[in-house]
């Protein structure tokens, strides 16, 4: 089968919404995960099975038996649509100067048609190949790729290798760094004073790297954070805050947006009301986007730590903070954050702080057997022989810190997550070859 039959495929796959929308109560459930099956069924002959965890629909075939055993993993569902699409409807794919456009074109339904196409009649002659495709990767996984996992163990077949269809770059992508969230609330404390100067500040995000809002891709140095710009005033400048405004989307999507009202000192000026929590927090966003966890191992993109939502909660200010790091540690990550909170804060208001998260991370050495295996399969393609490291997170995490060989891929695209989202169609190809040859690399 060759470009046309694998672009009509995804096509048909695209044309399903299989969104999960947490915020609208919106999930995938049996039905669309039972049409994503007929496709794969249709258009590359693999008959998968349904199971359902907790309401998440894995789709499951497995081929040959004993040693090893190869999970070909990738998603089914996608995240909300939004606005500003031009070039297509979310779910009407358009083909236009080599890219299939449409939601989930490259996020992931790219993959699930290439792993399928790719595996079509193929039996190993050794070993055991397990296809599953999970509808939960865009909430965490958790009901998906992590139920899998145990199951996997279960039945006595921990891979030995996992190629996880999750990538838009063309590349073979070896290590993503685990997520966590810091919970930091201080106390509201008003004070007045007089000689204050009344200011009002304004700070956008400016992203200058990756053009993404994405937390997991802001580049300290190089980026403007709206919060981190506000917090660098406060510690500097001597400002006292009065309010904070933030728009904000969720703890790993980079606010746009803040607003800060701020009494300034020494100007001469009236009597004034300021709030030295609501100060204090924002003196201590700099320090806590700075923390070094002990420990780590290596990433391209070291820590990453953006205060990404602030709220008001009662007489709380909270904000959440979103940490990338390459440790399965929370507790080194949590021990930086009071830390930080303790040398700025201290004891001057009341204040508490947690540490969430971490489900994993994905790091495979580059000279293992299946990352040499992967990148001479993609230099034969004609393809980048040089492994990376992507940001964000990927179902990987729940494999790869518990010794499975492991490596992201997937056809080059863009705009993931975005409108106009797209895979490049001769790339498409080209992963349909290469989840072919690592199959018959390993199994015959």
């Excluded at 794969?40 to 693999?46: D, L, N, P, Q, T």
């Excluded at 990767?137 to 999750?166: C, K, Q, T």
């Amino acid at each position: 089968m060759g470009l046309n039959s694998v672009v009509e495929f995804l096509s048909r796959l695209v044309e399903i919404p299989t969104v999960n929308d947490p915020i609208r109560g919106v999930k995938v459930g049996r039905v669309e995960a039972e049409r994503v099956s007929e496709v794969i069924r249709e258009f590359s002959g693999v008959e998968m099975k349904l199971v359902v965890n907790d309401g998440v629909p894995t789709l499951l075939h497995i081929a040959g038996s004993g040693r090893p055993v190869t999970l070909f993993m990738a998603h089914f569902d996608v995240v909300p649509p939004g606005s500003g699409w031009t070039v297509s409807e979310p779910f009407k794919p358009v083909i236009s100067d080599g890219r299939l456009y449409g939601r989930g074109s490259a996020d992931d339904k790219s993959n699930v048609a290439a792993i399928s196409m790719a595996l079509s009649g193929f039996e190993p002659s050794e070993g055991t190949i397990v296809v599953a495709f999970t509808g939960d990767e865009e909430v965490g996984g958790a009901r998906g790729a992590g139920w899998l996992a145990g199951w996997l163990r279960s039945e006595g077949l921990w891979p030995d290798y996992l190629v996880n269809g999750d990538g838009s770059m063309g590349a073979v992508i070896l290590r993503r760094r685990n997520a966590f969230n810091a919970v930091v609330r201080v106390e509201s404390a008003v004070s007045e004073g007089e000689g204050f100067k009344t200011v009002s500040k304004r700070y956008d995000l400016e992203v200058r790297g990756r053009p993404t809002r994405h937390a997991a891709y802001f580049l300290p140095g190089v980026d403007r954070h709206p919060l981190l710009e506000a917090s660098m005033e406060v510690s500097i400048g001597g400002l006292l805050a009065s309010e904070l405004r933030v728009e904000w989307v969720k703890s790993n999507v980079l606010p746009p947006t803040a607003w800060l009202e701020a009494l300034k000192p020494g100007e001469g000026g009236s009597r004034g009301e300021y709030d030295i929590g609501l100060t204090l927090l924002l003196r201590a966003l700099i320090p806590l986007s700075r923390i070094t966890p002990g420990g780590l191992l290596y990433s391209d993109f070291g820590v990453t730590s953006t205060p990404n939502v602030y709220r008001r909660e009662g007489r709380w200010h909270e904000v959440v903070i979103d940490i990338r790091a390459m440790t399965g540690d929370r507790r080194v990550v949590e021990e930086r954050v009071l830390q930080a909170l303790e040398e700025v804060i201290g004891g001057g208001v009341a204040w508490e702080a947690e540490v969430v998260g971490g489900g994993g991370y994905l790091y495979t050495p580059s000279d293992s057997r299946l990352a040499r295996l992967a990148l001479e399969t993609n230099k034969a393609l004609g393809l980048s022989d040089r492994p990376v490291e992507a940001a964000g997170a990927s179902d990987s995490r729940y494999f790869s810190p518990h010794g499975v060989e492991a490596i992201d891929y997937g056809p080059r695209g863009g705009n993931v997550h975005g409108p106009d989202e797209y895979v490049e169609m001769q790339q498409l190809e080209a992963a349909v070859e290469f989840y072919r040859r690592i199959a018959r690399a390993l199994h015959g």
